[in-house]
């Protein structure tokens, strides 16, 4: 049997695991942390429990995919329920606005709020989303680019011309919306990326769609629950998982990646090794050099996070809520341009014990925070934290003899899980580090593979999920046991 040595327990690692087991790898999965999930981590602290990264399950595609070509059935392994109405929003001029993604609600909401005839230039931007998602996703995005010509074919070209893919996001969608609120509403979905919406090309939109159109997920027990469910699957298909042993690098004979070398100084061997290690610090740390250890990535920003334990309720807080900034253009200016923690920054906060009671002890709430903020190449969040914490507290209305604790995690904690410059969302979505321009999951080691949120596709839980199917695909055509 040929033997795959994946290299980390994050979504893309363990997705990864999960097809090579099941294709008849024999599978050993190396973590260096104590718990699977990478990013998708879990805090568990006085009888509360946090999930310390993603909070929001959106395109449920990528995973109902993963489950059926492993001959499993989701609801065996997750309950994954809709989270309606998707989240809260404040703005800061104190609208408060909810949104969904039910049409009907979402326009009683927008003509209650805002304004009735800012409702067709909704409908509109939902139609012309939806029509670039569905020939976007399987055009560009679940797509081998083996080299650039795969990204310019006619049809490619015709697609690029036909929904202005390349143009501006930000000044696309006031071609729709008047209201600044609801420019702000439908494009801050790049920030899930650490990219501004001002800088994002349109076809990111597809953000706003797979938000305002098919809804918000989450699997009950916490998104944790998701690396989890994987972690036994593959453990199921065979797979074997050791946590806490870091790799320190992979070992090449004659351009080939032969295994891994263990911090421990044990090497293992395989035919094949998968990395889950973030691109550029896989490039830099754990691969012998190339050209693409010196190339100089565009980061995407990075995140502080406040977990905090609250004696109290917040019942104006719903599952998930985002608090704009009294002066959006400045948030932005000041966190993408000038490298700076904002004045007076945009937040999201999350009570899934909205949802999962069992996350707080009774008449608690588990308040998660997350807050825009340079990543190491900018200004120091370590040395802001007790100010946005301040605006924090202030603005959701947070009484400081409530808060039984706050943990914090820093842009240095997302670095030191082995994120290049601390950056949270890996490395930016610009044109030149989007589709064939990303990094590639073929290395230019024969045998060695990247998968995960810094490679093609991109960003997030189903853009991963796919990178895991795109890894698994080039592993497959080598040939199987
Ligand atoms: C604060 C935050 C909020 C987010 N919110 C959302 C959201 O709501 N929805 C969404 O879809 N996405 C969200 N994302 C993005 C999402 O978390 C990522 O896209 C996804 O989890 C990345 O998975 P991954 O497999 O690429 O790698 P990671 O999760 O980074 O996992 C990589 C793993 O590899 C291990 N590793 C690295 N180097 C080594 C080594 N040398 N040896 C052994 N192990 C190693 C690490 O310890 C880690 O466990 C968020 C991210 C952050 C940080």
Known sequence: MKRAIVVGAGVGGLATACRLAHQGYEVVVFEARHQVGGRLGELRLNGYRFDMGPTLLMMLEPLERLFRDLNRRIEDYLEIVLIDPSYRVYFGDGTVFDSTPCVARMVREISQKI????????????????????????????????????????????????????????????????????????????????LSPQDALWVYGVLTYMESGEGVWYPRGGMHRLPTALAQIAQEEGAQIHLNTPVRQVVVEQGRAVGVQLASGEVVRADVVVLNTDAPTAYQQLLPPTPLAKRSWRNSCSALMFYIGYRGTLPHQLHHNVYFSQDFDQNLREL??????????????????????????????????????????????????????????????????????????????????????????????????????????????????????????????????????????????????
């Open 336 to 481: 993408f341009r000038e490298g700076r923690v904002p004045t007076d920054p945009s937040f999201y906060t999350c009570l899934s014990n909205r949802t999962d009671p069992d996350d707080a002890p009774e008449g608690c709430e588990n308040l998660y925070v997350l807050v825009p903020v340079p990543n190491l190449t900018g200004e120091d969040a370590r040395a802001n934290v007790e100010r946005v914490l301040n605006r924090v507290v202030e603005r959701v209305g947070l009484e400081r003899k409530r808060m039984e604790f706050v943990q914090t995690y820093t842009p240095h904690d997302w670095g030191a899980m082995g994120l290049w410059q601390g950056a949270a969302f890996g490395i930016a979505h610009n044109f030149f580090q989007s589709t064939a321009f990303r990094p590639s999951p073929k290395t230019p080691f024969e045998g060695c593979y990247l998968v995960g949120a810094s490679t093609q596709p991109g960003n997030g839980i189903p853009m991963v999920l796919i990178s895991a199917e795109l890894v698994a695909e080039r592993v497959g055509a080598l040939g199987r046991k």
């Open 115 to 194: 304004d009735p005839s800012e409702v067709p230039g909704y409908l509109s931007l939902m139609a012309d989303l939806s029509a670039m998602y569905h020939t976007v996703v399987p055009a560009f995005v679940r797509k081998q680019y083996y080299s650039l010509a795969d990204l310019f074919s006619p049809y490619q070209v015709s697609l690029l011309v036909r929904h202005r893919l390349l143009s501006n996001l930000w000044r696309g969608v006031k071609r729709y919306v008047r209201d600044p609120r609801l420019q702000m509403l439908f494009s801050f979905q790049t920030m899930y990326l650490g």
